[in-house]
């Protein structure tokens, strides 16, 4: 009896913050940017200090979906080409200053063709079951990533959404996979 007042006692406590108000904070906005690299401006070998290592560093062009073009340095390997999908992330100061870094390569064709082999393989292997799998897999990250995590980022007490959710999304997936 005891286990279970505790018990009781933890979860209410967890949704008292639920309600809770504070300041909002000026900070930075951040933007992602899909880009297409249309040339590499400068590229330049710079010694690091203290240390016998050089870094090349590129100073490249890149073309928006909207036609903008928009200057930045990368540092990293493997060197950038023309041709090369990049994400950019631009960020403004609240002083208005503008930055923008390199993120990283645009992959999503790539994820979407290792997806679609693993979906495939995943059928071939399980057979009539492995559609409703799948489904209450689709369900489980569409919920996470549709309800949960903006539930959280809304301000709502993680512990309580996060059980509720986890509980609805099992619930699914056992009806779903092996029915009644």
């Not at 249309?38 to 070998?45: A, G, M, S």
Request: with cysteine; glycine share 8%.
């Amino acid at each position: 009896m005891r286990g279970f007042l505790m018990s009781a006692l933890v979860f209410l406590l967890g949704l008292l913050p639920a309600g809770a108000q504070a300041q909002e904070a000026l900070a930075d906005t951040q933007e992602l940017i899909r880009a297409e690299v249309v040339r590499v401006v400068r590229e330049e070998h710079i010694e690091v200090p203290g240390t016998t290592l050089q870094v090349t560093v590129q100073t490249v062009d890149a073309r928006t979906k909207e036609g903008s073009v928009l200057t930045f340095e990368y540092d990293l390997s493997p060197k950038l080409r023309p041709g090369n999908d990049v994400i950019i992330k631009r960020t403004t100061t609240i002083e208005g200053d503008v930055y923008l870094t390199y993120q990283y390569r645009d992959r999503r064709v790539l994820l979407g063709v290792l997806g679609l082999a693993f979906a495939s393989m995943f059928v071939l292997l399980l057979g009539k079951r492995s559609w409703r799998t799948l489904a209450s897999l689709a369900i489980s990250l569409c919920a996470i990533f549709f309800v949960l995590v903006p539930a959280i980022t809304a301000g709502y007490a993680p512990i309580p959404i996060t059980i509720a959710i986890a509980g609805t999304v099992l619930a699914l997936a056992i009806f779903m996979t092996h029915g009644f």
